[in-house]
Nanobody, 128 residues
Framework: QVQLAESGGGSVQTGGSLRLSCSTS????????MGWFRQAPGKEREAVAV????????YYLDSGKGRFTISPDIAKNTVYLQMTNLQPEDSAMYYC?????????????????????WGQGTQVTVSS
């Protein structure tokens, strides 16, 4: 049984940084994509960053380009999202997901569907 668990969220001021962690159990890396997503109240879920660990390929959506970094530590069964220069508009519930098939996941990295497994989320709040 595959399980994903996010942690590392919290409250920071504008310009601050956070590192989110997605710990996995039962998941086989290097077969499909994993990603970080977020959803703010009243808004649709959006992709933030996607990684295909088999090639080390990463994809960032506009919301995270230049500020966010997705990286895996397969030995620890964990995928991180390092976030810097956080802005109030980054406030949202952040989710990790896994299992979207390659190469579809890299052809359409902005998709929020097609992932087999999702975590429960971790809240990020950025105050001005």
């Amino acid at each position: 049984q595959v399980q994903l668990a996010e942690s590392g969220g919290g409250s920071v001021q504008t310009g601050g940084s956070l590192r989110l962690s997605c710990s996995t159990s039962g998941y086989t890396y290097n077969r499909n994509c994993m990603g970080w997503f977020r959803q703010a109240p009243g808004k649709e879920r959006e992709a933030v960053a996607v990684i295909y660990t088999s090639l080390g390929a990463t994809y960032y959506l506009d919301s995270g380009k230049g500020r966010f970094t997705i990286s895996p530590d397969i030995a620890k069964n964990t995928v991180y999202l390092q976030m810097t220069n956080l802005q109030p508009e980054d406030s949202a519930m952040y989710y990790c997901a896994a299992g979207r098939p390659y190469p579809l996941c890299v052809r359409t990295p902005g998709a929020t569907v097609g992932y087999d497994y999702w975590g429960q989320g971790t809240q990020v709040t950025v105050s001005s």
